[in-house]
């Protein structure tokens, strides 16, 4: 395993030495069709739980080819629980976010209607995609868990008392996300936690209130300027994990 | 003034009350023909220098318009001094660098030919369109300056000596973002700044070693994944804006 393997894929099977695994259609096309991979070649795959591992090809046709797992190259590692709850924003930038946050390394998406919502419907196999192809570019052994759209009160309803809510509001009263992340106890940043981001134009003001009135949430402030949403989010995301996450 | 106005136009000319400011063909049509906005209707305009300015259209043609200058709704803000110095990438992906840079509010992007970089053209022109369209959507006053691309060597080579370096490099050595930039000195805070991001594959060795030879260098670490370019530079930006920049 001395030259880099330049594939990685995310299938979510068991994975032990000497293991075949059968793969997609789509994964088959993609590794002969699209790669041009042969028998032999060399490709990386990672399930979410355990680690990273060699496979090589050993069988390839048109629409099948199967692997078979040599050996492991990276321990599973354990990773922040962060989720991103976030209204819905137009196609092209909700993908995007689904990739960045990905790359950022939030564990749970969680799509959340807000009364200024206008996207009506949001398809969570395809942010689901995302993820999966962000995971397998930026390396992470992880796939974030996608969870279908709920409304904000419900979830506010139902909001773990444990999982901390880091409230990114617009009017400016919250302190930096720097100096309100460092002035954090250490128990607090041990918890799970949440960053909060809503739609274009913002949450409104019934909506901000009952954020504010949970006992989990810290409002932080992202500056001066009119952040978009997908912006937003990145920013809190990187904010965040600098200051308690795994970028320590 | 009390109608919120929908429309903001980054217009670089004097503004002064009841001046008369005659418009591209380009802004004429985005008025008339993509906004519908007949004489009457209110437009902001900001130059980058004077604040904010309400105005409204004193005469519209499909190829020619003009606004009378009727007052300020906004002071010049001053704004922090943080360049962005970034190898080029893509085109869909430079495109959307420049306009969340903007929009997180850097002051002057540079390109900067590396070893590794790809791209061997880029469009400043296009940048800067980028980043004035960006800046009008996110209530900015000013637009970035974008500058000619440069090479590595030469831009290190020519560095001012009070210009810090916020340097994102990709081995991990460098401790967090949030807490290198937390214990900078107050003297260090009130430097100009730039953040400088690699190409995807990152800086080669001895141009990673110039750049942690340099004085100015602060050396940062954005975790253990692999951050796209367009990731680490928003990242950046976000961290530093918070722990130093005007997201106080």
Chains 1, 2 share one sequence.
């Not at 995310?10 to 994964?27: K, P, R």
């Not at 080819?65 to 962060?82: F, H, M, N």
């Not at 390396?139 to 868990?145: I, Y």
Request: aromatic share 6%; hydrophobic share 40%.
């Amino acid at each position: 395993m001395s030259k880099k393997i330049d594939i990685r894929l995310y299938i979510d099977t068991t994975l032990t030495i000497n293991g075949l695994i059968g793969l997609s259609q789509e994964h088959a096309h993609y590794l002969g069709g699209v790669m041009r991979k042969k028998v032999g070649a060399s490709v990386a795959v990672f399930n979410g739980r355990d680690g990273e591992w060699a496979c090589e090809i050993a069988e390839i046709k048109k629409r099948a080819a199967t692997l078979r797992v040599i050996g492991r190259i990276k321990e599973q590692a354990s990773e922040p629980d962060l989720m991103l709850a976030f209204a819905p924003i137009k196609k092209a930038r909700i993908d995007f976010m689904a990739q960045k946050a990905t790359e950022l390394g939030v564990s749970h998406l969680q799509p959340v209607f807000t009364r200024r919502t206008n996207v009506e419907r949001v398809k969570s196999e395809r942010l689901y995609a995302n993820a999966i192809e962000a995971a397998e570019q930026c390396e992470r052994l992880s796939v974030p868990k996608v969870s279908e759209p709920t409304k904000l009160d419900d979830l506010l309803a139902s909001w773990p008392s444990e999982r901390m809510i880091m409230f990114c509001d617009e009017d400016l009263s919250g302190r930096s996300a720097h100096e309100a992340l460092s002035t954090l106890t250490d128990k607090q940043k041990t918890h799970p936690w949440a960053i909060l981001i809503g739609p274009e134009g913002g949450f409104d003001d019934t909506e901000r209130a009952a954020i504010r009135a949970m006992k989990q949430t810290v409002v932080v402030s992202l500056g001066p300027r009119v952040l978009r949403a997908d912006t937003a989010a990145m920013a809190a995301i990187s904010l965040w994990q600098s200051a308690i996450g795994d970028w320590r």
